[in-house]
């Protein structure tokens, strides 16, 4: 259904009424106004406000363009002669107009293969006057301290391989025209057979080791980690010498007995930096009680604190800054940090069933319900004979209205809707000063025919 503009459209010279569609009907059925249009059966039609012209004719104006000039006929007929220049024929044959390259001497065919690349000789006017193919190379020779080998270009592909898993490392890249083959070793050396050291071992890194025999000293500037559990049953006999930093153990660490102490002069230090498993403490059996602090100790807790059961707190529950007391049944008692002994309580009424409130995500002061102003106005508009109508703040007569919503109308929205059709209307809003709202039509409505709906969005 469309929408009923009550007032005209002005585009101020500048905004384009673009992908519009005049309104299809027919002279019978459609009504008279001067410069009104309209499209009926393939033809546009204009009224002068009483008959209907038909806008369609024949073509009136001719105007061909070339390269080196222009032919404009603008009445009678003309004669367009269209003429092929070298290697083109044009031909006419009734209505239509054949252009057709002419021949050249190069044969028809398929040239360049994948062992061969096709060579062309090209005239002034880009029309190919010859045409081949030359032969390139596609082996490669690759040699070794005791045979030779050749890599078709087309057809093979020339890997580059470790020997065995994690004794080297393989990489080929291109960057540009240059293809690079990278061999090196990886992080984590496997050594499938046996490992010989005549002389001291240094390790700067990491050592992870499972079995070790070394006759000569070991220095450890870094980490030892033993990765599986360390069960000694006999006697450890290292004939050199052991400088070991720290010791990382990432397996197993079973400590058993009726009373374990971890005592320390200075911090004592409990970490683990696996973000996922994380410090686990007394989750194996139900019901212990754990103990966190002396009776006269401040326990800090750095991050969020989760509490999945229920927390009871037999003292005041205290935020710095502020202060958030629960002094009675289902009230709370804000006190600011001033000193002050006054307090605002913030309380429920008894509910029958359960009720939700949701605080809005912004920031602001919220507002009782003694402090909301009217912030909604409407009424019916329109007497038949004036075709401006004020909406007004105060001061108003018939057939001017008040509206009270305060005097700054650009807070204002305005939506018209014809009373009879229900439908939406449009006409000219002009917002004023101290409030004031001129609704002006291009023809007086009838009585009370317009609903006039504002509200105050400021």
Known sequence: MAIPILNHLDLRNVSELQNATLHTT???SASHKAGKIIYESSAVY??????WFDLSGDIKQVKVVGDSGNYDVTNGNFVLTIAGDTGITTSVSSSTLSIDLDDTAVSPDSYGSATAIPTFTVDQQGRLTAAGSESIATALTIDDASSTQNVDLLTDDLQFLAASANEITTAVTKVGTDVKVTIGLPNDVTIGNNLTVTTDLDVDGTANLDVVDIDGAVDMASTLTLSGNADFGGNLDVDGTTNLDNTDIDGTLVVDGSN?????????????SSTTNGITIGTA???VPISIGHTT???TVNDNLTVTG???????TKYHNETIQIVEDNTLAFRAGDGDSHEILLTAANADSDKTITLPNKTGTVALTTDITDRQFTTTIGNASVTTI???NSGASAPHKNHGLGADSTQFMIQLIEVSSGLTVMADVARGTSGAIAITFASAPANNAIRVLITKIG
Do not use: F
Not at 260 to 272: A, F
């Open 297 to 299: 100790s401040q326990v």
């Open 46 to 51: 204009v009224s002068d406000g009483s008959s």
């Open 260 to 272: 374990i102490s971890l005592d320390s002069t200075s911090t004592l230090n409990i970490d683990n």
């Open 390 to 392: 004020n909406l007004l």
């Open 310 to 316: 229920d927390l009871i707190v037999t003292g005041d």
């Open 285 to 287: 059996t139900s019901g």
């Open 26 to 28: 027919t002279r019978a």
